[in-house]
């Protein structure tokens, strides 16, 4: 069982699909206090560093 979710993420990782489900259990054991980002703000925040689009983004001829 552990090999098939470790297939399935690494599947998801490929297509640039992150492990919301990992980063929750990451900011909860390294950043406690901190705030989380909902499964929305995740999936935004995750697509503007994979484009390089948003506030901060290095400028782009295209």
Partial sequence: ???LHKLAE?????VGVPD????VAH???HHPGEPIMTLKEFHRD???RRYGTGPGAPPRCC
């Fill in 1 to 3: 069982m552990r090999f």
């Fill in 10 to 14: 690494g599947a998801r990782l490929m």
């Fill in 20 to 23: 919301y489900d990992r980063y």
């Fill in 27 to 29: 900011r909860t054991a």
């Fill in 46 to 48: 995750r697509v503007a």
